[in-house]
């Protein structure tokens, strides 16, 4: 059986064999699977099973990077959340014990009647208290109590993701370098 994929049936699903130099020209550039799928006008899974007939990887650092960064991002808004829910809770229960209004809409003429206590009644103690809980209960999904202090373990993830940007920003900066020297070289 011969070494080279070219010498062999095209397997279904890959583009022609025709084709092969532009897509190992379009992959040398590094250009990743949507990249090529977009430049030669086929569909990615196309892409996908061509580039592994042919023995091609694609560099997936970059993916990588960008979905660390997309978790770290959203790890951040639901700590603000977590945040908002628990000053929600902790308003609900200081107006328990503050001058509170209640009023009302009703009798023959439908009237409006309002009485101000020192303190909240009853039921809305009740209603505020359930809020407290309910906006706890919320942030504690968000954020639980563990991982909500562990500030080394939000170090070392913050550090890793700084890590991987920083690889991601070295190479594409020796890439631009690489490039760069190729056209001048042409030139």
Request: overall charge negative; glycine content about 6%; proline content about 3%.
């Amino acid at each position: 059986m011969p070494d080279d994929p070219q010498e062999t049936d095209v397997p279904h699903g890959v583009m022609a064999s025709t084709k092969w130099e532009w897509f190992r020209e379009l992959h040398t550039q590094g250009l990743g699977r949507n990249a090529i799928s977009r430049e030669m006008g086929i569909c990615n899974a196309v892409v996908s099973r061509t580039a592994e007939h042919l023995n091609l990887t694609f560099d997936r650092s970059r993916i990588e990077a960008a979905t660390a960064a997309r978790v770290a991002d959203l790890a951040e808004r639901r700590s603000l959340l977590a945040v908002q829910f628990t000053e929600v809770a902790e308003d609900s229960l200081d107006r328990v014990y503050k001058p509170t209004t209640v009023y009302a809409f009703g009798g023959a003429k439908n009237t409006y009647e309002e009485h101000t206590f020192d303190e909240a009644p009853a039921a809305e103690r009740r209603a505020l208290v359930a809020a407290a809980g309910a906006a706890t209960d919320r942030s504690l999904k968000l954020a639980p109590a563990e991982a909500a202090s562990n500030l080394d373990g939000a170090k070392s993830m913050l550090g890793n993701l700084g890590n991987l940007l920083s690889a991601y920003s070295q190479e594409m900066d020796q890439q631009d370098a690489e490039a760069e020297a190729e056209s001048t070289d042409q030139a």
